[in-house]
């Protein structure tokens, strides 16, 4: 699986759906919660009239990391919360997620950075834990 600047992630040998379920599972274990679902395949139905894969955007919040961020710098919640997605692909899925690092590059104060770290470490600890 192709990384970029922006994020990581793999596919995955599971149908959509169970991969959306296992991505859920393994972000909380690593504390994060899901605050926002949408499903882009209905959206663009329903606004655009056009057909598109199953693919569905995750917003993850890890509710101590996120305070940290904002206490930091208030105006970071533009950045927030983490971006995973999940979309069908031929003989699976794929899972990939925002790369908490390269987004806080936009920012030049310490304590980002010190926690997109902590943040990527444990979304990579998530990541690792789907089937290969």
């Known amino acids: 699986m192709q990384n970029n600047a922006y994020g990581f992630g793999k596919k995955i040998p599971l149908p959509y759906l169970e991969a959306i379920e296992q991505t859920k599972a393994a972000l909380k274990e690593q504390g994060f919660g899901i605050l926002t679902e949408i499903d882009m395949k209905k959206t663009?139905?329903?606004?655009?009239?056009?057909?598109?894969?199953?693919y569905t955007i995750l917003g993850?919040?890890?509710?101590?990391?996120?305070?940290?961020?904002?206490?930091?710098?208030?105006?970071?919640?533009?950045?927030?919360?983490?971006?995973?997605?999940?979309?069908?692909?031929?003989?699976?899925?794929?899972?990939?997620?925002?790369?908490?690092?390269?987004?806080?590059?936009?920012?030049?104060?310490?304590?980002?950075?010190?926690?997109?770290?902590?943040?990527?470490?444990l979304l990579q600890k998530a990541i690792d834990s789907l089937p290969d």
């Open 44 to 54: 663009l139905k329903e606004k655009r009239g056009v057909d598109f894969r199953p």
């Open 60 to 121: 993850a919040c890890n509710p101590p990391l996120a305070h940290q961020a904002i206490t930091a710098e208030l105006d970071v919640g533009l950045l927030l919360p983490c971006n995973v997605i999940v979309y069908e692909d031929e003989g699976g899925s794929v899972v990939k997620i925002m790369d908490p690092e390269a987004i806080m590059k936009m920012s030049d104060i310490p304590a980002l950075a010190d926690m997109a770290k902590n943040a990527k470490t």
